[in-house]
């Protein structure tokens, strides 16, 4: 089946039980999904760009869509607490409301411009993970370089493992067809040499991996700004955000430990939480958890989806988190997920 029917048909699918779920929420049906509450993750938080191609839309949310999902889920009753404040509030549930916390992943420069004054304006805390590699310039963003590559060219070059080929980008299902490709490639090889390799692409076809890194994420300066305001706290995200599962021990361990380092510089003090790149199944091991506790972290994310609940106070290196998704933006999805119904209709309570 075409990769876009596939992509659409999905969309469909989630947009379908996000809306069963938000009837069920709205009947007063299932409260006991609910949990002791969950954590969202956003990455872009901006205007909507006028693009035909946008592999990344998953990951970026309008402001406005943002100030609706909070005003929504203050309307439904939910507490924002910080991250940094979850294992304490895990100790002392007697008589408390469920409890949602934001976090944001890789130190996007909208998150300050437009993030942070919604952040303000509903008195709502907030962290920012943030990868040492992006905030120097030493690392890129592939999957940006690989977006803005595919949407200007018609055609590329590209050795996959079995020499030269054609890959042809005159249709935007080309491009969607192109773009799994290469993220399949990324996740299969070494991924310091696949993104290596995607950057001279880039690089031979005009364009300069680390100039969308400097246009988009914040650097060490911005980040101290940023962390002076009181809602705000920074976590780690490793240097080169790369998944840690599949790196050797030692290797996953000082990515951690460095990401860490970076960011008590930048602050005055050693992050509480950190954030697994990527946040899989395939990305994230029990292995990542063990560190990050052995490193000293009280908390660890991932991108799994599922509610916080009192099993999860044995695994706080490990917790599940909710994506406010680019391409379910309406504030009664948020509160609907924010319900835990979604993921009881998919027959889980946590991470997957």
């Known amino acids: 089946m075409e990769q876009g029917i596939k992509v659409r048909l999905k ?10 779920s938000a009837i069920l929420k709205g009947m007063g049906l299932m409260r006991g999904c609910v949990g002791l509450g969950s954590i ?6 901006r205007p909507a760009l006028p693009r035909r191609f946008a592999p990344n839309a998953h ?19 939910y507490e924002f607490i910080s991250l940094e404040a979850l294992p304490g509030r895990m100790e002392n549930l007697r008589g408390r409301q469920p409890f949602v916390a934001l976090t944001l992943d890789d130190g996007n420069r909208d998150n300050l411009n437009h993030a942070l004054p919604i952040f303000a304006r509903h008195n709502t805390p907030f962290t920012i993970f943030v990868a040492q590699g992006l905030s120097e310039r030493t690392h890129s963003l592939w999957w940006e ?11 590329v070059t590209f050795d996959f493992g079995a020499g030269q080929e054609f890959v042809p980008l005159g249709t935007d ?20 040499e696949a993104v290596a390799r995607i950057d001279e692409l880039a690089a031979r076809n005009g364009l300069e991996p680390l100039d969308i890194v400097r246009a988009s994420i914040m650097d060490r300066e911005e980040l101290k700004d940023l962390a002076r305001h009181p809602l705000a706290s920074l976590g780690a995200h490793t240097v080169s955000h790369r998944a840690l599962a599949r790196l050797p021990e030692a290797e996953a361990a000082a990515e951690m430990a460095l990401s860490a380092d970076y960011v008590a ?8 939480a950190i954030a697994y790149p990527y946040g899989t199944s395939e990305a994230v091991s029990s292995r990542e958890g063990r560190l990050a506790a052995e490193l000293g972290f009280s908390i660890g994310v991932t991108t799994r989806p599922g509610m916080i609940d009192q099993a999860s106070g044995t695994a706080l290196t490990l917790l599940p988190r909710l994506s ?18 979604p993921m009881r209709l998919m027959g889980r309570r946590e991470a997957i």
């Open 11 to 20: 969309r469909g699918m989630i947009s379908g039980g996000l809306e069963a």
């Open 145 to 155: 370089t690989l977006a803005e590559l595919l949407e200007r060219r018609d055609r």
């Open 324 to 341: 406010l998704n680019g391409h379910y933006q309406k504030a009664r999805y948020a509160s609907a997920l924010a319900s835990g119904i």
């Open 59 to 77: 990951l970026e949310v309008t402001p406005d869509f943002l100030d609706l999902a909070i005003r929504r889920l203050k309307q439904d009753g």
């Open 40 to 45: 969202f993750t956003l990455h872009h938080v």
């Open 265 to 272: 510089g930048i602050t005055g003090k050693r992050p509480m």
């Open 173 to 192: 299902s080309q491009k969607e067809a192109a773009f799994s490709r290469f993220a399949a490639f990324v996740h299969g090889i070494d991924e310091s």
